[in-house]
């Protein structure tokens, strides 16, 4: 089992890539944050047989946080990181700081519509022009033929899959199931904030999307649903409820009965801001 090669820089980066491209190579790609849990590795496993060669990117992005959100704290383990990567076989880890990715005079972003209003863009306006700008350096520095991206963060998926289309970047963007733990919670490096009782508590939110997902499913007002899944998770004990929304599962746009939709809900314990989504059959 080898190490990945680790690179810091782009120049090392694209060097890297052209070797691999003069052997004929293809390479999917895994972005990340860093403090790499098993929903992380899954991604890779996935990217890993998809592609010959797999390039993991570990950058906190200052871009997509706002002043008041958790930068500082956001859990930085780097080589914990790279022990988990070289066990699941990745071959280069990309882990570039901040002056790297935003050199002095840094002065251009990505605006992105389409997906990216509401849910998250009603209390995080800034966070998908964040996301949309690194994850555009890092496909242009990488050039993938694939990226993986978790169905955890569904509406960030759906963000990605619209940057490609719309400025024809050619990367296939490969949707991964939910990874979770025993009692249903989604796998998320801030479920290290949780101490033992506010998992409990946690482990309430993928239950209550599920009931609610059901209930939609059987014919149930949606305002009706979504109102009575926000009391039900205070009633748990979650502190407050950002929003329990069903959106259509391509375009998120508002769901209509006769189309697939996910049932998307965020949610404040403590501090700790949670999310998760689940599947809406159509009727």
Request: proline fraction near 5%.
């Amino acid at each position: 089992m080898s190490r990945p090669l680790v690179v810091d820089s782009v120049a090392a980066l694209r060097a890297q890539i052209r070797d691999w491209r003069r052997d004929g190579l293809s390479i999917a790609m895994v972005p990340t944050m860093g403090a790499l849990h098993d929903g992380h590795i899954s991604l890779v496993e996935i990217a890993l047989e998809k592609a010959d060669r797999c390039v993991v990117s570990i950058f906190v992005n200052p871009t997509q946080f706002a002043p008041s959100e958790d930068l500082d704290k956001y859990p930085r383990q780097l080589a914990r990181d790279l022990k988990r990567l070289r066990q699941a076989g990745a071959q280069l880890a990309l882990t570039p700081d901040v002056k790297q990715m935003y050199p002095a005079g840094f002065a251009t972003k990505i605006s992105v519509g389409g997906p990216a209003a509401g849910l998250e863009s009603d209390f995080r306006p800034t966070f998908f022009d964040g996301v949309a700008t690194v994850v555009a350096k890092l496909f242009l520095q990488v050039s993938p033929d694939f990226a993986v991206f978790g169905e955890k963060d569904y509406q960030q998926l759906c963000v990605v899959r619209q940057l490609c289309r719309d400025l024809d970047l050619p990367v296939e963007i490969i949707g991964a199931p939910t990874v979770r733990d025993a009692h249903g919670l989604a796998m998320s490096s801030r479920n290290a904030y949780l101490g033992d009782a506010e998992l409990e508590v946690a482990r309430q939110l993928n239950a209550i999307l599920r009931r609610t997902a059901v209930a939609l499913a059987a014919g149930t007002n949606e305002d009706s649903a979504t109102a009575e899944a926000s009391h039900a998770l205070v009633k748990a004990g979650f502190d407050k409820v950002d929003y329990v929304a069903a959106r259509e599962s391509l375009t998120l746009a508002p769901w209509r009965r006769n189309r697939d939709g996910r049932l998307l809900a965020a949610a404040w314990l403590g501090k700790t801001r949670l999310i998760d989504n689940v599947e809406v059959l159509s009727v």
